[in-house]
């Protein structure tokens, strides 16, 4: 039976999940967790009509999953509560239960009346919304990178690659763009394909990585940003839950092995401003003003926003020289040495694709730091100087990276202050700021292998 309290959308989906038992509501953290409650199928009116209670720490909480107090959420407000409501659309089925079962995106309230600006897709709503002011519409599509690994640890409890199951031997070979790697994984490759028709999730590609057992997954561009990261978020949920039922483990880690490549999350966008043109539209030859301003903003940006883009202290790992990983600002055509690269496309298609941040970073936030970085410079008509032609890697100034460093650009940034709201910069700030403190106080196996006799 129809429900008169579901949007027309959900309601719809709903009829199609015979005999759904239980739904799974899902609300995002700023890491990139799925938290939230599994409530019976007679209880999701409800929800609708009520909301559903959770607490407001729930989106800061450590990757740990506990509460960080500085962040002023926990016992200063004496944990509060929040109405989390579904967004509208998201209702689909989750067919990789054995059970008919649902699942639908939450999003967190103020208490005020509004929305809970901290929440990472209301940070992202909030700047879509001041492109929709000047007449402009993102165009984005997220491609994610990870590692299909055993589901067993070795002795020391690191990481293992995953046993061919074509050869019955495990991985060790490189082998970028090998069609015999995903013949080899075809099984799991069509149950993430069948899970994304099923969720309407547009992926579209699959490639073998450049390393063994590392994989991609593209995701189509909307022209909703809100939508292409609600299609990564989920799609991370799917291919998580479709490895473990083969007896994999899909780790989204940004450098899971030190001699490995590490895992990105690469972002495409371009710009259409009231009649539909492509703001980028161009060639290499002549780029035109419009994308060299958006890669100045995106240069400009990638200081304050570095945290958003490497959350995590093994984020940093991933920079390493020749590993097609940017390390630096710098942009060019069809070059993937760069940061900023402008894919070989038709003229028409022209876009900028944003290679910084790591597969283990928010969809939502690195989004809304593209977009807002993509804004300024369209607003500042800055310069970001001469495309890159060959190895990047050669020819500019290798930054180098650190937690700390970067932790303290964002929590003194004005750009992420303004673009953001100094409540979601004090609340990532302090959620990392523990996170790193935490890291460093444990004793690691490599300080006892060089210090405990030696000194």
């Not at 590993?323 to 690269?341: E, I, K, S, Y």
């Not at 800055?382 to 190895?391: I, K, L, M, S, T």
Request: with cysteine.
């Amino acid at each position: 039976m129809k429900s008169n309290l579901l949007p027309d959308d959900d309601a719809a989906e709903l009829q199609q999940i015979a005999g759904c038992e239980m739904i799974d509501l899902l609300l995002p953290d700023m890491n990139g967790l799925l938290r939230g409650k599994r409530i019976t199928r007679d209880a999701l009116e409800k929800v609708y009509a009520n909301g559903v209670c959770l607490p407001m720490s729930l989106i800061a909480t450590d990757i740990t999953g506990n509460t960080v107090e500085e962040t002023g959420l926990g016992y200063d407000i004496g944990d509060e509560d929040r109405i989390c409501r579904p967004v509208p659309g998201t209702l689909k089925i989750v067919p990789w239960q054995s059970r008919p079962m649902a699942q639908v995106l939450l999003s967190m309230e103020d208490g005020k009346g509004g929305m809970f600006a901290a929440n990472p897709r209301e940070v992202l709503r909030r700047v879509v919304e001041r492109f929709a002011e000047k007449g402009l519409t993102p165009v984005v599509a997220v491609e994610l990178e990870f590692y299909l690994l055993d589901a067993q640890l070795d002795t020391s409890g690191h990481p293992l690659t995953s046993i061919n199951p074509s050869t019955g031997e495990r991985n060790k070979t490189t082998q970028v763009y090998y069609m015999e790697d995903l013949n080899d994984y075809q099984a799991f490759t069509d149950a993430v394909t069948e899970a994304c028709r099923a969720q309407h999730i547009p992926a579209d590609t699959a490639v073998a990585e450049y390393a063994p057992g590392q994989f991609e997954i593209n995701l189509k561009h909307r022209k909703d940003a809100l939508l292409a990261c609600d299609d990564a978020i989920l799609l991370k949920r799917a291919i998580k839950a479709i490895a473990s039922d083969q007896g994999l483990l899909a780790s989204f880690m940004a450098k899971p092995f030190v001699d490995q490549a590490g895992s990105g999350m690469h972002v495409h966008v371009s710009v259409l401003d009231k009649d539909g043109n492509n703001l980028f539209a161009c060639t290499p030859e002549r780029p035109n003003d419009a994308l060299r301003h958006a890669v100045a903003g995106l240069q400009a940006a990638s200081t304050d926003c570095m945290l958003v883009f490497a959350p995590h202290a093994n984020s940093y790992r991933r920079f390493v020289l020749n590993a097609f990983v940017p390390l630096n600002d710098c942009w060019g055509f069809n070059n993937r040495t760069v940061a900023m690269r402008i894919p070989h496309s038709d003229e028409a298609n022209t876009r900028i694709e944003h290679r910084i941040a790591g597969a283990d970073a928010n969809p939502y936030l690195v989004t809304a730091a593209v977009l807002a970085g993509i804004l300024q410079g369209l607003e500042t008509k800055a310069d970001p100087g001469p495309p890159v032609v060959g190895n990047a890697y050669e020819q500019t100034e290798t930054r180098e990276l650190f937690w700390r460093d970067t932790i303290r650009d964002f929590m003194a940034s004005d750009f992420v202050a303004k673009n953001f709201g100094s409540d979601f910069r004090h609340i990532y700030g302090q959620q990392k700021l523990k996170e790193m403190r935490s890291f460093y106080r444990e004793v690691t196996t490599l300080e006892i292998d060089w210090y405990l006799r030696q000194v």
